[in-house]
């Protein structure tokens, strides 16, 4: 009794997750699209603070509804989880561009990078189309119960296609656990001082400059 009560919770959870997840990806990508937007608006503060303020708080807002995704989307890494619920099959291919965006927020100049920008523009909505269109078409079909919807359920919900789902889900941990361990190596590098000769050098070339 106790089991099946703790299942029943444990399922309600995950899909009340997955069903937060659309929420989240709508607002992700339209935060990330109303850059520009947002970039007007600070020409019209009279006030340098009151810019930096907006800016900040913008970037800020973006950046974490992104990372909330991503965190969500963990869902989708676990076998059992994707085995035993109805989820949108390509959820972890999802979380992949999320995470491949933050990345890319990290290692590069983010909005000041045109190219890097692009990228997460790209990664973003593919994200999200990837998600949506796996919830929407998949998911959410099951409760329909015509012959079309039982053929898009039994390909894009994970409980009733889960060979694949067991493979996307093993890819998708597996591309993440790549994409963390480059972080890892490039905030390392970041971090470590420079070599005592490196510094020295620079140092030595300082005065002469000036001189």
């Known amino acids: 009794m106790d089991s099946s009560a703790f299942g029943a919770a444990e399922q309600f959870i995950e899909g009340t997750i997955a069903a937060a997840l659309v929420a989240l990806w709508l607002l992700a990508v339209g935060l990330h699209l109303a850059r520009p937007y947002m970039l007007a608006l600070t ?3 009279t006030l340098r603070l009151g ?7 913008y970037v800020g807002m973006r950046d974490i509804f992104l990372l909330q ?12 989880v994707v085995k035993n619920n109805d989820l949108p099959i390509t959820g972890g291919l999802a979380a992949v561009c999320a995470f491949g965006a ?32 796996g919830y929407l078409l998949g998911s959410q079909v099951t409760t329909v119960g015509s012959s079309i919807s039982n053929q898009l359920a039994s390909v894009l919900v994970t409980s009733q296609n889960q060979t694949v789902a ?10 993440v656990g790549i994409m963390g361990l480059v972080a890892v190596i490039y905030n390392l590098r ?18 002469a400059a000036q001189s």
């Open 166 to 175: 067991l493979a996307l889900c093993y890819l998708s941990g597996f591309l």
């Open 190 to 207: 970041i971090a470590s001082p420079a070599p005592r000769g490196r510094a020295d050098a620079s140092a030595a070339v300082q005065p």
């Open 51 to 57: 810019a930096d303020l907006w800016w900040t708080i």
């Open 69 to 80: 995704v991503f965190l969500g989307s963990f869902i989708f890494f676990y076998p059992d």
């Open 43 to 45: 020409r019209k503060f």
């Open 102 to 133: 933050l990345m890319l927020k990290l290692m590069t100049r983010a909005d000041a990078d045109a190219r890097s920008f692009y990228a997460q523009t790209i990664l973003i909505g593919l994200g999200a189309s990837l998600y949506l269109g």
